[in-house]
């Protein structure tokens, strides 16, 4: 998920496997990044918000995010949006010369069904109810 204005890229939001075992196929890992000079604009909030409705679209239960620590305006954004902490890996990440701590966010993208919802592809997911609405989930949050 992409947010421009104009032709610039103002930020972009995006899901991944969590785990390549089929247990865990309903989850995702989620990432999102805001230019520096647009933050706090709600810019990531919308990215995300979208993302996360057409994930929920697609039969996906969870989210997790990932957070390079300290980062208080990351952990801010993820707390603000629903996410709840669930644990650090210690020095499990190397960037920049340096060993870093990544604490793990979990947010519930909708209530568990049993036996969950089958997936389904991006194609497939524009067909069902509920993707145009995913799509414009974020677009309030960009207006003046």
């Known amino acids: 998920m992409v947010c421009l204005r104009g032709e610039e890229l103002q930020g972009y939001a995006y899901a991944s496997a969590h785990r390549t075992r089929a247990a865990y196929q309903w989850s995702v890992d989620v990432s999102v990044y805001v230019r ?5 604009a709600g810019v990531g909030r919308a990215v995300y918000r979208s993302l996360f409705a057409l994930l929920a679209v697609q039969g996906y239960y969870n989210a997790y995010a ?23 890996y210690g020095a499990v990440g190397y960037k920049l010369g340096a060993w870093h701590d990544v604490g793990w966010w979990h947010l519930s993208l909708r209530p568990r069904s049993m036996p969950p919802d089958s997936l389904a592809d991006l194609r497939a997911a524009q067909t069902r109810t509920g993707w145009d609405a995913a799509l414009a989930t974020g677009l309030p949050f960009l207006r003046p």
């Open 66 to 88: 990932g957070i390079t620590l300290p980062n208080p305006a990351s952990v801010g954004l993820h707390e603000s949006l629903g996410f709840h902490p669930v644990g650090v």
């Open 36 to 40: 520096a000079d647009v933050r706090r």
